[in-house]
Nanobody, 124 residues
Framework: QVQLVESGGGLVQAGGSLRLSCAASGRTPSTYAMGWFRQAPGKEREFVATLSWNGLRSYYVDSVKGRFTIFRVNAKNTVYLQMNSLKPEDTAVYYC?????????????????WGQGTQVTVSS
């Protein structure tokens, strides 16, 4: 079992920045691939970013490329999502997730463990 706890969400003006954190605990979380997903009101959960277990491979949804960066510090069992140049359409609940095989994936069903989510609100 792996437990994930997100933090760092909040209210920010358009053009601002936030850094989300996802602290993992439990069984060897450093060997898992990690992902960030988000869900806006009335919409389905969507993929945002993913990172391999060793931090060498990453992938982003087109809408955040160049603005968001996913990275991890395995010594702290923590994965981060640095979000810059935020837009109102980035407003959503952001979830981190862990994929036991260590492989990056954009598919939510590949992830076995999920955090409770953290709210990000971007005002215009």
């Amino acid at each position: 079992q792996v437990q994930l706890v997100e933090s760092g969400g909040g209210l920010v003006q358009a053009g601002g920045s936030l850094r989300l954190s996802c602290a993992a605990s439990g069984r060897t979380p450093s060997t898992y691939a990690m992902g960030w997903f988000r869900q806006a009101p009335g919409k389905e959960r969507e993929f945002v970013a993913t990172l391999s277990w060793n931090g060498l491979r990453s992938y982003y949804v087109d809408s955040v490329k160049g603005r968001f960066t996913i990275f991890r510090v395995n010594a702290k069992n923590t994965v981060y999502l640095q979000m810059n140049s935020l837009k109102p359409e980035d407003t959503a609940v952001y979830y981190c997730a862990a994929e036991p095989g260590g492989r990056i994936s954009t598919i939510s069903s590949d992830y076995d463990y999920w955090g409770q989510g953290t709210q990000v609100t971007v005002s215009s």
